[in-house]
């Protein structure tokens, strides 16, 4: 559910329901990445014991690089909620101008609105 963004007193210019519906969702992907950061932690000490050396080399190599990326995905998810509590939540860290709406159902913990995103990727 997009709404039209309306005037407030928040850094951002969205509606209750906009904020509502994008704070449950950075939640549920808070829920989802503790979730799965304790099934890679409990698969570790699993496969240590079963499997052969090699391949639990290999799947541990792959645990670790699923751990991190889980663990940077939690921090820049717990950073938009607090934000979110901040009233600085869809204002762009480089610019200061709004990221959009859109862009935040997409990627509710997005820091940069789509230009300065784009200019971050390009090394601009």
């Known amino acids: ?3 039209q963004q309306t005037s407030d007193d928040r850094g951002s210019n969205f509606s209750t329901e906009d904020l509502a519906a994008l704070r449950e969702n950075l939640h549920e992907q808070r829920l989802f990445r ?15 014991a079963a499997a052969p050396e090699r391949r639990a080399a290999s ?15 939690l921090a820049e998810v717990e950073a938009a909620l607090t934000r979110m509590d901040q009233d600085t939540y869809g204002t762009c860290h480089l610019c200061r101008g709004p990221v959009a709406l859109v862009r935040l159902m997409i990627v509710p913990q997005a820091r940069y609105c789509a230009r300065c995103q784009q200019d971050l990727e390009d090394g601009r």
Do not use: H, P
């Open 1 to 3: 559910m997009l709404n």
């Open 34 to 48: 503790q979730e799965q950061l304790r099934q890679l932690s409990a698969a570790a000490t699993t496969r240590a």
């Open 59 to 73: 799947q541990t190599e792959v645990r670790v690089t699923l751990a991190a990326s889980a663990r940077m995905v």
